[in-house]
């Protein structure tokens, strides 16, 4: 049995996580669901790196699981405790001292997306196109998932990329972040390759099953 502490991306919900949980505890793991204090307008990447280690609890060596700007709070797990493996799962891959919002320029995201031949980003449509309609409805029903402004302003506090084995998990069919400039961003912050699988932004709620046979293929070594 493997512990696999998965972290949200902007919005900080756990319930992000609830299909992926579910497929890895039917297969015989131990998965925990962060809930970040993403609204609190006080909360920076120590309180978040906090609150993941509050419920990681006395859990040992876990896979520690980082979706989108949860990019910027795993390696901050990771550099605190033993972890077995960090895999990100289409990752802000934030540079020493960048914030959040200097990412997006940093990177030339939006340049990347029009290359990619994407029009102006459409919201939902862009994150939620291939998740299940009565699994979109749930996200509609549950509200806005309000991200602080004070957390883009944050800069990223490590000096350099914690030591521990690290993967990444780009979909396919991610329209935020598309599939060549993830490649070119893992590759120069990083010095990785991805491994793609079947989905979008959202591949934990479009493709749970698909996500996590990927991400236990990357547990136990691969």
């Known amino acids: 049995m493997t512990t696999f502490l998965l972290i949200p991306g902007a919005g900080g919900a756990a319930w992000y996580w609830h299909l992926v949980s579910a497929e890895l505890s039917r297969r015989g793991h131990d998965p925990i669901a962060v809930d970040l204090p993403a609204a609190d307008e006080t909360a920076g990447w120590p309180e978040y790196a906090e609150a993941s280690l509050v419920a990681l609890g006395d859990r040992s060596e876990p896979v520690v ?88 302003a944050q800069p990223w506090p490590l000096d350099a990329w914690p030591d521990v084995p690290t993967s990444v998990i780009q979909g396919v069919d991610d329209r ?14 990083l010095g990785l390759g991805l491994h793609e699988a079947p989905g979008g932004h959202l591949m934990a709620l479009s493709r749970p099953v698909e996500f996590t046979d990927v991400l236990l293929g990357l547990a136990t070594g691969g």
């Open 65 to 152: 699981v980082a979706q989108s700007m949860g990019a910027f709070t795993g390696p901050l797990v990771c550099a605190r405790i033993p972890a077995r493996r960090l895999v990100l799962a289409n990752p802000m891959v934030p540079a020493p001292g960048e914030t959040p919002g200097e990412w997006w320029g940093a990177t030339e995201q939006e340049q990347a997306r029009k290359e990619a031949g994407f029009g102006p980003l459409e919201m939902p449509g862009d994150f939620f196109h291939d998740v299940p309609q009565d699994v979109t409805d749930e996200a509609m029903a549950g509200g806005d998932q309000p991200q602080s402004g004070f957390s883009f």
């Open 176 to 189: 935020l972040f598309p599939l060549e400039f993830q490649r070119r961003v893992v590759r120069e912050r």
